[in-house]
């Protein structure tokens, strides 16, 4: 499945920006979805993850409370609402696709990625 990331912007400290992820095949509703991002001179770490029916899901602790990642099955699209946006949370955001079993959250487990979209907080 290919993934299309769009939403990334500019963004003062405290505001709220959506990132959308949209799938190009209906089997996306089989697929856990993560969203991953990458700072500049970080590794890439994974900001949440929901599982393929949408009941379950994980976020990093630090986001838990801020992000809320959803999906449409039948628009084929994931979400990530980010709010109260600080600094720290400016870096490349990707999203991610895998079939495994479960909600995984290792990088490894996902073999599908987006081209990743930036996201710059001002301070």
């Known amino acids: 499945v290919q993934l299309q990331a769009s939403g990334g912007g500019l963004v003062q400290a405290g505001g709220s920006l959506r990132l959308s992820c949209e799938a190009s095949?209906?089997?996306?509703?089989?697929?856990?979805m993560a969203w991953f991002r990458q700072a500049p001179g970080k590794e890439r770490e994974i900001v949440g993850a929901i599982s393929w029916s949408g009941t379950g899901s994980y976020y990093a602790d630090s986001v838990k409370g801020r992000f809320t990642v959803s999906r449409d099955n039948a628009k084929l699209t994931v979400y990530l609402q980010m709010n109260s946006l600080k600094p720290e949370d400016t870096a490349v955001y990707y999203c991610a696709a895998s079939n495994d079993f479960g909600l995984p959250i290792a990088r490894f487990r996902y073999t599908n990625w987006g081209q990743g979209t930036l996201v710059t907080v001002s301070s």
């Open positions: 095949k209906r089997s996306f509703s089989r697929y856990a």
